[in-house]
């Protein structure tokens, strides 16, 4: 039985595989993989079709997984499980957010650093460094090996690995103001990873208005990442960087579910933890961001009865001795 099964499901991957041309390769090293081949996810077996897609791709899981992400957000008293996902418009079993019952703790320690020009290698640099890099579909800080910066969830130990960035923002939140969903300008995605391979990632909206000031961290970042795509930046050593910063306060709540990444290859078994008070920028904060990947995010998945937590126990460490 067990196997007829498996048998099933490599059959099924392989016709999935097989729709893809040949020359597509990895996301993270390929021209085609910039999202401007034309491939969408609507051409993928099984993802929800739409008119704002942009990310190609032949890895199965983005099609077939069942706790992908990102989702909406169901803030409302609505508790009538099946609503209309806001931009897929198929039906979604979306139940209201509710609070937390298990109530770990969530606790962001992230250091300043100091930017080095090794490139790749950064991830076996066990000094505390980074470096910008331009992924080809996203704006990236990468941290080293030695970075200390880390996300405790409750007893868990969660390194940070990167942080990158999406223009518009890839969750959205349903509210009784906003019923199909409100969509930040941006998002912000601090990407963590235990060596046992376990991913958790803290999301943070980017709210454009023209009356806050831009924002200086990533104004930095934004200045320092190389334009061409595949690259990281060889000249900027030494320009300090703390990441808790780019945290807007402890005073807002926590969504938190199970879901994926949201680029290729979409594995599963990734802890969402998506803040609820953004953090302020300016609209041409999010135009610079357009400039080097227009739309980089992914459309909402359906939520499909997954249950959304809200955490309100989060405190954030600032590096107080010095003021970068
Ligand atoms: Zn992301």
Redesign the pocket.
């Given at each position: 039985m067990e196997k007829h099964v498996t048998v099933g499901v490599i059959l099924a991957l392989t016709m999935i595989l097989s729709t893809f041309p040949a020359t597509a390769s990895l996301w993270e090293h390929s021209e085609e993989s910039q999202g401007r081949d034309g491939t969408l996810w609507a051409n993928i077996p099984g993802a929800p079709s739409t008119n704002q897609a942009q990310m190609p791709l032949p890895f199965a899981e983005c099609a077939i997984g069942s706790h992908q992400s990102p989702i909406a957000i169901n803030l409302t008293s609505n508790l009538i499980p099946i609503t209309i996902n806001p931009k897929t418009q198929n039906p979604d079993n979306n139940p209201a957010a509710e609070p937390e019952r298990h109530a770990n703790s969530l606790h962001i320690r992230y250091m300043r650093s100091t930017s080095s020009i090794e490139g790749a290698n950064i991830g076996k640099n066990e000094d505390n460094a980074y470096v910008f890099r331009n992924t080809g579909h996203?704006v990236q800080v990468s941290f080293s090996k030695g970075y200390p910066g880390k996300l405790f969830i409750g007893r868990e130990l969660y390194p940070l690995v990167q942080l990158?960035f999406?223009a518009p923002s890839?969750h959205v939140v349903i509210t009784d103001k906003h019923p199909s969903g409100k969509q930040y300008g941006g998002e912000l995605?601090f990407v963590h990873q235990r060596d046992d391979g376990r991913l958790a990632v803290l999301g943070v909206f980017l709210d454009d208005s023209k009356h806050y000031g831009e924002n200086p961290i990533l104004k930095k970042i934004l200045e320092n990442t190389p334009r061409k795509h595949d690259t990281y930046n060889q000249a900027g050593a030494g320009i300090a960087l703390d990441p808790s910063k780019l945290i807007p306060g402890e005073s807002g709540q926590v969504f938190t579910y199970a879901g994926s990444l949201?680029?290729p290859p979409c594995s599963e078994g990734v802890s969402w933890y998506v803040l609820s008070e953004p953090l302020k920028v300016t609209p041409a904060q999010i135009r610079q961001l357009d400039e080097f990947f227009p739309l980089n995010s992914r459309i909402v998945q359906n939520t499909a009865a997954r249950t959304v937590e809200i955490h309100k126990d989060l405190q954030v460490d600032h590096d107080h001795d010095h003021h970068y």
């Open positions: 996203a990158h999406h890839e995605h949201t680029t």
